[in-house]
């Protein structure tokens, strides 16, 4: 079967099964629309680490053992900047670097960042489309028990330790989708809608936070299905379960479905959590925990074999 | 002896007797004053060669092998961008990276070119003060067979393989002196005004070209002495000999020596150069082949004591 695949995406977790989907699907079947939350001006810069862990994860670069950046990254630039008294909390990888100042640079020249991302992705090689939730600044933010915190200070600077008590998506009410999200939910070829397993509340819900991509998914003849983010209560990766927790959410499969319920169709939930049921929702066990390309690409064969069903 | 000196440097040949007027004379009496013609803004970085030469070197970071840049410096960022598809022709080593984005990024706050340099060379724990020739932009650019291009791109690109027709410091006839570039000058106690052996019509050009600098030089009571960058009809470095045959010149010390004619006091050339002689100019020679630290100490010893008997 063939047709056209959305994935929703923030980073690290999510980008596993975009990989996944990417290697079995044919070229150009796939767009992913990937969270821009996360997106900060440091030094000048424009970082988008979610757009940059896709790209990086997508065209082999990624560092497998570190689980973030490149691999055979090198830090002489973050050493020199702390000795000239620059601000280096945030660790930028030589390599990494590049991508930051040319996306800066074609930004300030008057691309969008669609454009940038396009242009970036091609000249990697990778077959899908990465398109950011929107091109308008969307700046999530962290209400902690230390008062509000942009989101790198919360995540890398204070290393998540701060408690939870809330979180923003500043300027999500201004923010348009980009034009190729609003394509890809548009076209009659698309077959499957998928919640890549990210952070609920950190990842998925800035992107669907942006006016109308509710409304596409809930408008949209192809079934969509999440894929839970975590397993037997545990998040794979990250700051989710804690954040959970403090929440006053039950860090479990259950709570991210309920938290979807009435967007999606189905949820998919890994064995070791086979026992959820939940009314008017479609629940699926498999193996989610996805350590090699083999896992990756056998979980979204799984999730658009499910798709296929429900279609 | 005591008082304070000025040193108008380009970048490498002149960094050298920067160096060992730094290490000679006691913290705070050096001025270097710097040519900024050949900034440039490159991937929405401001690069400042000669002032970043001067800093590394006298902050002993230099590369003493390359001759250029720094010392233990990657590469992995430049690699990076090339496979990005960005404009790489520009070699930016990673720990050179550091001091262009933090540069870039305090001009951008709003401090002067005069104010982020000062901060740099205390952070690097320099003793001599560096100052940019003024804080307005003022651009070099060569006149060639080619056409006319901008310094770096006549210099790095293109190598200087170009014929050199002319030369030309755009904006220098709106550029103001430095604040303290002008207070250097007015200080009762300066001993001394030295050009460093950098390229006349490259490095020390663009500094006499800011309105006021050449009135500066004639107007101030202590002696002005130029430093031959020409040692028996060859550069030591770089472009000059080829640039000075094109442009219809003698490659030869003379013809340093009477560009300057009417702004100094006196010149040094080395031992190889020893038999010149011109009416009303002071000619002082000694070995000024910097190859050591103590090479560039003692040259700076040499020209601080003719300074003296001319006092």
Redo the contacts between chains.
């Keep these: 079967m063939s047709g056209q695949v959305i994935a929703l995406s923030g980073g690290i977790g999510g980008a596993k099964l975009a990989l996944g989907l990417d290697r079995v699907l044919a070229p150009g079947e796939l767009t992913i629309i990937a969270n821009t939350g996360d997106d900060f001006r440091h030094?000048?810069?424009h970082i988008s680490p979610d757009i940059d862990t896709l790209l990086y994860t997508l065209a082999g670069l990624d560092d497998p053992v570190k689980g973030w950046g490149?691999r055979?990254?090198?830090w002489?630039?973050?050493?020199?900047?702390a000795?000239?008294?620059?601000e280096a909390w945030f660790q930028l990888?030589?390599?990494?670097?590049?991508?930051h100042?040319?996306r800066?640079?074609r930004l300030?020249a008057g691309e969008t960042l669609s454009q940038v991302t396009e242009?970036?992705r091609r000249?990697?090689g990778i077959g899908a489309r990465i398109v950011p939730m929107s091109d308008e600044p969307v700046a999530t933010r962290v209400h902690t028990d230390e008062g509000w915190l942009d989101f790198q200070h919360y995540f890398v600077r204070r290393r998540c330790e701060p408690r939870v008590v809330g979180l923003d998506f500043a300027g999500a009410g201004e923010a348009r989708m980009a034009p190729e999200v609003a394509a890809a939910f548009a076209d009659p070829a698309l077959r499957a809608v998928i919640l890549c397993p990210s952070n609920p509340y950190l990842s998925v819900d800035p992107i669907l936070a942006v006016p109308g991509m509710r409304a596409a998914l809930a408008g949209c003849a192809a079934p969509v299905i999440a894929v839970s983010p975590i397993i037997a209560g545990q998040a794979v990766k990250g700051p989710t379960a804690k954040m959970m927790a403090e929440l006053g959410l039950e860090p479990s499969a259950e709570t991210v479905a309920r938290h979807y319920e009435g967007l999606i169709d189905a949820f998919v939930v890994d064995e070791a959590d086979a026992g959820l049921a939940i009314a008017g929702m479609q629940i699926a066990a498999t193996p989610t925990l996805m350590r090699s390309l083999a896992d990756k690409q056998r979980l979204a064969r799984f999730v658009l074999g499910l798709a296929a069903r429900l279609a």
Tied chains: 1, 2.
């Excluded at 002489?76 to 900047?81: D, E, M, N, Q, W």
């Excluded at 000795?83 to 620059?86: H, P, S």
């Excluded at 990888?93 to 991508?99: E, F, N, S, T, W």
């Design positions: 030094l000048g810069l490149r055979d990254e090198t002489t630039f973050t050493r020199a900047l000795e000239l008294g620059g990888g030589d390599g990494d670097l590049a991508i100042v040319e800066t640079r300030a242009a970036l000249r990697l």
